[in-house]
C-alpha cells in the first residue's frame, strides 16, 4: 500500500512538473505571437514599455538636450544595463537577484521584447543654420519627425542668436518623445576660421569638419537647411547597409542630363563622375571616414580627413564656385571607390523639372527627399516647391494628414501646370501619400 502511495506521488510530481513546463512554453508563444502581430497594433506590454524608454527632449545646461533612458530613474540604472546582456529566454530560477527583482518569472517571460525595444537604433542628422535660416530649418525637422520611425538625434549647428529660438521650438515639441536634439556653436579651425566662414554660404562649410567635432558619433547624415524629407529617414539610413567596405559617403549626382551639367560645362578644377556630385543630402559613416588615408594630386603621401581640408582650400580656392561642394567633388574624384551614389528622388531639385524631367527615378517611384535649392521655397518662381513646403511649414503634428496636408495640398498643386515641374505634380505627392498612409497603419506608440 505504501510503495503504491509513493508511486502515485512521483507519477503526480511528474504530471506537475510537465504541466508547469508547458505553462512556460505557452507564455513564450504568446511573447512570439505578439511580436508576430506588432504591426497590427502593438501591445499593452509594448506601450508600457515604451512609455519608459522611449527617447525625449529633455534640456541639458549649455548643451541642448539629451536622451531620457535608464540611467535617468533612481534605482532603474544597474538593473537594467545588466538585463540588456541576458539571453532571450532565461528561466527566472537562473536570473540573478540584483536583475531580476520582484517580478522575476514574468520579467523573464517578456525579456525579449524589452530588449528589442531598449536596443532601438537612433538615426543621427546634422544640419547647419546661418542668417534666415531657422524656418527652414524647423519646417526640415517637422518633416523628418512626422514620418520617421526610428527615434531621431538632432545635431543643429547654429549661430547664437538662433540658439534660444531653436530651443523654444523644439522643447515644445517634446510631447513627442520620438527625438532629441543638442545645439552647437559654429566652430572653424582658429588659424583659418575667416576664410572658412566666407566659403560660398555663411557656414556652409560647417559640414566639413562634423567628422572632426562629432566624434563620438559613427554616422550621420547631413542635410541642408532646404530640405524636405517626403518619406521616413529611415529609408536614407537604411543606405548605410549597401555600403561596400570600400564606401564612406553617399549622394546623388549634380547633374542627370549632361547638357545642362554645371561641372562637366564650367568646372575649373577636377569633379566626380560625369556631372559632379551634390552634397545638399550627403550620408556618412563617419568612423570610416576619420580612418581613411585619402589619395590627392598635393603630394604622394595619403592624408586623412583633418589633413587634406586646407591644402585643399589652399590650391583650389580661386578655381572653386559651391564652396564645400566643389571640394567634396575634387576629393571623391580622387578616391571614387569611396563614394555610394545613390539616385536622384533622394535629392530632387528643380534642375530635375525646370527643363522638363530628367529624373527617371522620380518619375517611376515619386520623389524620397526635396532638395528646394535656388531660394524656391520663398519666391513663385516654382510653385510647386512652395506648395509643398508651406503645407509642411503649416502643418502640425496632432493633425490628419490626409484632410489637413495631404488633400489641401493635392488642390493647391493642380493651380500649378503652367511650369514644367507642376506638370508632374503627381511625383511629389506619390511618396508623401506613401508615407502618411503609412504611418496610419504603425501602431499609435511608433507614429
Excluded at 204 to 215: D, E, G, T, V, W
Excluded at 279 to 307: C, P
Aim: hydrophobic share 35%; charged share 25%; net charge neutral.
Amino acid at each position: 500500500m505504501e510503495r503504491d502511495m509513493r508511486r502515485y506521488l512521483r507519477v503526480l510530481v511528474l504530471c506537475l512538473g510537465c504541466g508547469f513546463c508547458s505553462l512556460l512554453y505557452a507564455l513564450n508563444q504568446l511573447v512570439v505571437s505578439l511580436d508576430e502581430e506588432e504591426t497590427g497594433g502593438g501591445g499593452k506590454l509594448k506601450a508600457a514599455a515604451v512609455a519608459s524608454w522611449i527617447t525625449v527632449s529633455g534640456r541639458v545646461p549649455e548643451n541642448g538636450a539629451r536622451s531620457v533612458g535608464p540611467k535617468d530613474h533612481p534605482g532603474w540604472s544597474d538593473r537594467y544595463n545588466k538585463d540588456v546582456s541576458l539571453s532571450y529566454w532565461n528561466p527566472y530560477w537562473m536570473l540573478p537577484s540584483d536583475v531580476c527583482g520582484m517580478d522575476c518569472f514574468w520579467e523573464a517571460t517578456f525579456r525579449y521584447r524589452l530588449t528589442k525595444i531598449q536596443t532601438a537604433e537612433t538615426m543621427h542628422l546634422a544640419v547647419v543654420a546661418c542668417g534666415e535660416r531657422l524656418e527652414e530649418t524647423i519646417t526640415m525637422i517637422k518633416s523628418a519627425i512626422i514620418f520617421s520611425i526610428q527615434p531621431l538625434q538632432f545635431h543643429i549647428f547654429a549661430e547664437d542668436q538662433l540658439h534660444h529660438s531653436f530651443k523654444k521650438i523644439l522643447d515644445g515639441w517634446k510631447f513627442l518623445q520620438t527625438f532629441n536634439y543638442t545645439t552647437y556653436p559654429i566652430t572653424f579651425p582658429t588659424e583659418n576660421a575667416a576664410e572658412w566662414k566666407k566659403l560660398f554660404k555663411p557656414c556652409a562649410s560647417q559640414r566639413l569638419f562634423l567628422p572632426l567635432i562629432l566624434k563620438e558619433v559613427d554616422s550621420l547624415l547631413y542635410v541642408d537647411t532646404d530640405i524636405l524629407f517626403l518619406r521616413p529617414v529611415d529609408d536614407i539610413w537604411s543606405l548605410l547597409k549597401k555600403f561596400n567596405s570600400t564606401q564612406i559617403a553617399a549622394m546623388a549626382p549634380e547633374h542627370e542630363e549632361p547638357r545642362i551639367g554645371w561641372y562637366n560645362r564650367f568646372a575649373r578644377h577636377p569633379y566626380y563622375g560625369k556631372t559632379g556630385i551634390n552634397s545638399g543630402v550627403m550620408l556618412m559613416n563617419m568612423t570610416r571616414i576619420r580612418r581613411k588615408y585619402f589619395k590627392n594630386d598635393m603630394t604622394t603621401a595619403h592624408l586623412q580627413w583633418g589633413e587634406i581640408l586646407m591644402p585643399l582650400l589652399k590650391k583650389y580656392k580661386l578655381n572653386i564656385t559651391w564652396g564645400d561642394q566643389d571640394l567634396l567633388n575634387i576629393m571623391f574624384f580622387h578616391n571614387p571607390e569611396s563614394l555610394f551614389v545613390f539616385p536622384c528622388h533622394w535629392n530632387y531639385r528643380p534642375d530635375h523639372c525646370i527643363y522638363g524631367s530628367n529624373c527617371r527615378e522620380a518619375e517611376e517611384e515619386g520623389i524620397f527627399i526635396l532638395h528646394g535649392n535656388r531660394g524656391v521655397y520663398h519666391d513663385d518662381k516654382q510653385p510647386v516647391f512652395r506648395a509643398i513646403y508651406e503645407a509642411l511649414r503649416n502643418c502640425s503634428f496632432g493633425d490628419d494628414k490626409l484632410q489637413s496636408l495631404l488633400h489641401p495640398l493635392e488642390l493647391e498643386l493642380q493651380k500649378t501646370v503652367h511650369t514644367y515641374c507642376g506638370r508632374m505634380h503627381k511625383i511629389f505627392t506619390k511618396q508623401l501619400t506613401k508615407s502618411i498612409r503609412d504611418s496610419y497603419d504603425r501602431p499609435s506608440k511608433e507614429r
